[in-house]
């Protein structure tokens, strides 16, 4: 069983994975543009500042789980064709559709969109 600090660890690991990725996708970005915050910190996993805010404007929320077997099933099944991209659009009962991409998949399309 994982303990607090480890849980801690693994989502500040997972945080420091999406800000990297924003960094290498918008080179145009210094470090101090896109921060990951404290574990336990109220707010966005991500800050970002007003020049990555206008390149990016999402409010970034991260999670790692150790289990999200359905969501995965959900992309693999999406795989099956494997000619496209997979997306999966889902949603809850009275919730709003969300729509899942891969990270880099997504990072791509926000990078040509603000092209």
Do not use: C, N
């Amino acid at each position: 069983m994982a303990t607090a600090r480890s849980s801690k660890a693994k989502g500040r690991l997972g945080q420091q994975e999406i800000r990297d990725t924003i960094l290498k996708t918008f080179p145009e970005l210094e470090p101090d543009d896109v921060r990951s915050t404290a574990m336990g910190q109220s707010g966005e996993d991500i800050q970002l500042s007003p020049k990555a805010r206008d390149l990016l404007p999402l409010s970034i929320e991260v999670k790692r789980r150790k289990s999200l077997a359905t969501i995965y099933d959900w992309i693999e099944q999406a795989k099956q064709d494997g000619q496209y991209e997979p997306v999966v659009f889902f949603r809850g009962d009275r919730k709003e559709w969300v729509v899942m991409v891969g990270l880099e998949h997504y990072m791509e399309l926000v990078s040509k969109w603000r092209k």
